[in-house]
């Protein structure tokens, strides 16, 4: 049970159910129409992977990610409301309606926020984890990567850099199988994806079952301290996303099979059954919890429903500092 | 005032902010111990040491994005690109997150960051070490670009850019590093980003250019006005972006007429820009057609010297412009 209280696996499991309550809500207010535009990408099947991760750092920790972000921005304690209202695209959110679900950031939680260039944020993260050397801050960067990004250009200068810089930087690539609808033995010449560390000279902490978000935490606790006291850092995490690649992506629905093995095995209730194995009276715990994430989110789209539209001012504000 | 050249004025604006900011670091491809492709950096190495000159992997994307994550963070990155055409690789980071980080985090974050890139041709440096790429980067609001002409201003723009919150792009006229000279003010001072410079007063035409072309534009002044009586008023742009509608108007307002210099290629360059700015608010001046002097429509700057100087916009040229549109 690693090294966790009954109270922090509890608050593990209530960010899961948080997020994956959030994310049930999303599709179907996108489905509504309540939630516009083109993309909705959302992290269901994935929760063990970024939840268990972020458990291994501290607030003044930085975290980066992709478009797949609602979830990591939950869990890195970004407000509830203002990210529903984001997605509304309402003046109230995260964003002030700017950016939309895929572009999410809170700087008071040091969430760096999502990216829609794939692997565009990876330099970025390196970025961010120099200033943490240069100052001797200690503060680690936690970036996620998705399967796909680890074959374009902005992965190798980034993972050189960081390497030959010696920074402060957890590279967590996210592997759900699909970069979009492609394979990643499809696209990918090495598809055990945690090898690349060695060809960098990354600290290789190898691959994690990404659906276990014990066994996700144990290994990112190592790594997280490995790169604050020595360098970058590499996990690769075998994990699986329910949904299509965003909410337009029907072709997940072909997976049955794959899926169901996955689904057997869902984040959420090998969550579960850790707590119910170190408690066996734990499930009316469990079940306030949904509760309360339910309320949570349905309070956070009131507040997004009721939150002003942005007005011309907002358009042509904010471009020049 | 002591003379100086254009890369000695730069070098001493970036060493007062590294000594004013610990926050300043320089980076970029042989920045520190070799002192950067064009000395610019030359002997910082030796004061600062190596943790605030990084020499970066051959990596333009990663020496310019994580400049952006540095300035995200706290610190005020100087990123070299070692010529203005090698820039592309990192074009992406610049216009998606640089330009639009302060727009989309709705003022969460800025980007306080200087790039700074040489640029232009005239010095047989053939197709990848030629290029004018101001305009590209002049479409994209968020972004500043400024392109000295002048020593004082190399010096004064630079320790500007890199206290602007902003990110800032200096493109720097390369031929003119050396070649350049002129007097530097004793003592602290910055030129602020965004005002034009009036380089030469005169009433008969305007002529707008920017870099080396304003060196160019005002040999061509002094040639007119000796042999022909023709009194140009000459201004160096400086600051492309925010441009600086007001002085390029007011000259406009005393003469009429308009002709605009760059070495870019002419089409959706930064004087059709300049052009557009004068006929949308300065039709009621006019007195005849605004002229543009650019490069040819061509996809580089050939290598060959006769083929160099076909491209290439010089004081012939520009004095020949000058002669036809005050005959107009």
């Given amino acids: 049970m690693a090294d966790l209280t009954k109270e922090q696996l509890l608050e593990m499991y209530r960010q899961m159910v948080l997020i994956r309550r959030f994310e049930e809500r999303c599709e179907e207010l996108y489905a509504q129409r309540k939630i516009g535009g083109v993309y909705l990408h959302l992290y269901n099947g994935q929760e063990g992977t970024g939840v268990g991760s972020m458990f291994a750092l501290k607030p003044s920790d930085h975290v980066i990610t992709a478009y797949r972000d609602h979830g990591i921005g939950i869990a890195k304690g970004a407000d509830v409301n203002r990210l529903m209202a984001e997605m509304f695209g309402k003046r109230t959110g995260v964003s002030g309606g700017k950016g939309g679900s895929m572009h999410l950031a809170d700087r008071s939680v040091n969430f760096w926020g999502g990216y829609a260039i794939v692997g565009g944020h990876l330099p970025l993260a390196a970025g961010i984890a120099l200033k943490s050397k240069y100052n001797d801050d200690k503060e680690v960067v936690l970036s996620f990567i998705g399967d796909g990004a680890t074959n374009n250009g902005y992965f190798h200068e980034s993972l050189n850099l960081s390497a030959v810089w010696d920074l402060p930087v957890v590279w967590l690539i996210e592997n759900n199988l699909y970069g979009m609808g492609t394979p990643v033995e499809v696209s990918t010449g090495q598809p055990e994806l945690h090898k690349r560390a060695i060809a960098y000279g990354i600290k290789d902490f190898g691959r994690v079952d990404g659906m276990d978000p014990l066994a996700v935490y144990a290994v990112a606790k190592e790594a997280v301290a490995y790169a604050r006291e020595h360098g970058p850092a590499l996990i690769e995490s075998i994990t699986y996303r329910y949904k299509g690649h965003g909410v337009s992506d029907r072709l997940y629905q072909r997976r049955e099979q794959e899926m169901a093995l996955y689904k057997a095995r869902d984040p959420l209730t090998v969550m579960e059954d850790h707590l119910k194995q170190l408690d066996p009276g734990v499930e009316s715990a469990l079940a306030a919890i949904d509760a309360a994430a339910r309320e949570t989110v349905e309070a956070a789209i009131r507040y997004a429903e009721e939150s002003p539209d942005p007005t011309y001012d907002d358009l042509i504000n904010h471009i020049y500092a | ?328």
């Fill in chain 2, 1 to 328: 005032m002591p003379e100086m050249t254009l890369i000695d004025a730069l070098r001493e604006g970036m060493d007062e902010e590294l000594a004013r900011d610990p926050r300043v670091f320089i980076t970029g491809e042989d920045v520190g111990k070799r002192g950067g492709v064009f000395r610019a950096t030359m002997g910082l190495f030796e004061k600062y040491g190596e943790g605030r000159l990084v020499d970066s992997p051959l990596a333009e994307l990663s020496i310019v994005a994580i400049g952006i994550g540095a300035a995200l963070a706290g610190l005020r990155p100087i990123c070299e690109i070692q010529f203005a055409d090698f820039i592309h690789p990192a074009f992406n980071q610049i216009v998606n997150e640089a330009a639009k980080f302060y727009y989309r985090s709705a003022g969460q974050w800025n980007v306080p960051m200087v790039i700074r890139a040489p640029y232009g041709g005239g010095i047989g440096g053939g197709l990848y070490h030629s290029q004018s790429v101001e305009a590209f980067f002049c479409h994209v609001p968020g972004l500043k670009v400024v392109i000295p002409s002048t020593p004082a201003d190399a010096k004064g723009l630079l320790k500007s850019a890199v206290r602007d919150p902003n990110p800032v792009l200096i493109f720097e006229p390369k031929k003119g590093y050396r070649s350049i000279k002129g007097d530097v003010p004793t003592g602290e001072y910055t030129t602020p980003i965004g005002p034009a410079r009036i380089a030469r007063e005169g009433s008969d035409l305007s002529v707008y250019a920017y870099g080396m072309m304003v060196h160019y534009c005002e040999k061509a002044a002094e040639q007119v006005a000796r042999e022909d009586g023709i009194q140009c008023e000459v201004i160096d742009l400086r600051t492309l972006l925010p441009v600086d509608k007001e002085t390029i108007l007011q000259s406009f307002k005393k003469t009429g007429k308009a002709l605009i210099v760059y070495e870019d290629n002419l089409t959706l360059g930064y004087g059709s820009e300049v052009s557009a700015i004068l006929s949308d608010e300065g039709f009621n001046y006019m007195d005849a057609p605004i002229k543009r002097l650019a490069g040819a429509d061509v996809p580089a700057v050939p290598f060959s010297h006769p083929l160099q100087e076909a491209f290439m916009i010089n004081p012939e040229k520009i004095a020949h412009a000058i002669r036809e549109l005050a005959a107009y």
